[in-house]
Structures are given as structure tokens and as C-alpha cells.
């Protein structure tokens, strides 16, 4: 049920909705505590890094698409602060780079977030800080290639060769390590 609760939906916005699900996962009454300041009518949180994420003008009311309040008020006032900018909140704001979505996690939890490259770690060993993360336990958010464009996906964890992970767009996929080596980016781990 969490996975299509917490849906992009029709938005470039899979890294923060991924931050959400992740959030739901490992810090649940945080989350909470976050969307119900967007929702009050000042429309800010304080973060754990001491930050403030600013609500998205519009999003506390219908917005056409068929996201969930939370994710309406959550994705586009993190996209926003993972920027540094303005966004439309439309379907053609730009995803964020790996280290915008490691801004935004260690804005979120207070807590050092890595970022690991395969053009610059290496395949393997972007995949052993995978396999050692959600050993612990960890949830670790991926940037892979997809489609024309990338995808983030919150990998939640690893049995054998295969990694099992939540889909922002409403789904649990998984796929092998060897289908994996093509197209992964990159992976964010959050020192919790």
C-alpha cells in the first residue's frame, strides 16, 4: 500500500517522492510532522539540518493530477529547496542530479548522505555500498538510466543477485545485478 500511496504520479519528481517513501520507511512520524507544517497555514517545516523547506504555492488545494495531498505538498516544495530555485511544478521541471538528491536527504535527516558514482566509483563497488547499506537495513535511492531520461528508485534490499526496490511511480520493481550494470548511475546512502 505504501508504494502506490506515495506516487509521482505525472511529475518529473521520482528523486523527492523517493525521499518521501524512504522517509516513510525509516522516519515515519518525521514525515508526518513535515507535510502537516507544508499544510498549516505558515506552509513551512524546519528540517533536521536546520534548513526550511517552504510550501509550493497552490499545493495545500487540487492540483489536476491524482497525487495524494502529501505527495502534492511534499514533491514540489523539495524540488524547490533541492534546486535552490523556483519550480513550475509541471511535467517539465528538471530531475535532480545524485548530489541535488543527496542536498535534499541530508536537509531531511540531519544526517551525512554519500554519493556514489559508477563513472567514478565503479560498477561494483557502487553496488557493495548497496549491498552493505540495506544489509543494515538502509533503504538506498538509485539514479538509473530509463527510457530516454533517468529514474531514481528506492532500493530496499538485496537477496542473492536481485534488488528489490520501490518504484515511485506505484510499483515494487526488481531487477538482476547483470541487467543492472547497463544502466545504473548512481546510488545515495545515508549515514542513519
Not at 104 to 128: C, E, L, N, P, R
Amino acid at each position: 500500500a505504501l508504494r502506490t500511496a506515495i506516487n509521482q504520479w505525472n511529475r518529473v519528481t521520482c528523486t523527492v517522492t523517493t525521499l518521501q517513501i524512504f522517509m516513510a520507511i525509516k522516519r515515519p512520524a518525521e514525515l508526518v510532522r513535515i507535510i502537516g507544517s507544508l499544510a498549516s497555514p505558515a506552509g513551512t517545516a524546519n528540517l533536521a539540518s536546520g534548513q526550511t523547506v517552504t510550501r509550493f504555492r497552490g499545493t495545500e488545494t487540487s492540483d489536476g493530477t491524482q497525487r495524494t495531498v502529501s505527495a502534492r505538498l511534499w514533491n514540489p516544495a523539495f524540488m524547490q529547496m533541492a534546486l535552490g530555485r523556483s519550480v513550475n511544478n509541471s511535467q517539465n521541471d528538471p530531475g535532480l542530479t545524485a548530489s541535488q538528491v543527496a542536498k535534499a536527504y541530508q536537509a531531511v535527516t540531519g544526517k551525512t548522505t554519500h554519493t556514489y558514482t559508477v563513472s567514478h566509483d565503479g560498477f561494483d563497488a557502487v553496488i557493495a555500498h548497496i549491498r552493505e547499506a540495506t544489509a543494515r537495513g538502509l533503504p538506498v535511492p538509485i539514479g538509473r538510466s530509463w527510457g530516454s531520461g533517468g529514474h531514481e528508485l528506492l532500493v530496499t534490499r538485496v537477496v542473492g543477485d536481485r534488488l528489490y526496490m520501490d518504484n515511485p511511480q506505484g510499483t515494487e520493481d526488481s531487477i538482476t545485478i547483470g541487467e543492472l550494470r547497463s544502466v545504473l548511475w548512481s546510488a545515495n546512502v545515508v549515514e542513519l
